[in-house]
C-alpha cells in the first residue's frame, strides 16, 4: 500500500483579499481543511486588522473581508 501522500500547498490556499482599511491588495493564506472560519489577519500594509471570514462549502465559495473597527 503506497498510500496517498497529502500536500501540504494542497490544504493552504494564498488568496489575493482587498484590505477594507486602506484598499490595497494583500495576499492571505487560506486554510481549506476548515469549511468555515474567522480570524483576524493584520494587514501587512496598514497593520490594521481585518476580520477574515472563510465560508468554503461546496456551492458557496466566499472570503469576506470585514474591518475591525
Ligand atoms: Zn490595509
Wanted: proline share 4%; net charge negative; with cysteine.
Amino acid at each position: 500500500m503506497t498510500g496517498c501522500p497529502i500536500s501540504y500547498e494542497a490544504l493552504l490556499d494564498e488568496e489575493e483579499i482587498e484590505c477594507p482599511n486602506c484598499g490595497e491588495f494583500i495576499t492571505v493564506v487560506i486554510d481549506k481543511t476548515i469549511d468555515a472560519q474567522q480570524y483576524i489577519e493584520d494587514c501587512s500594509v496598514c497593520c490594521k486588522p481585518i476580520i477574515i471570514d472563510v465560508n468554503l462549502n461546496q456551492d458557496f465559495n466566499r472570503i469576506l473581508c470585514i474591518t475591525n473597527d
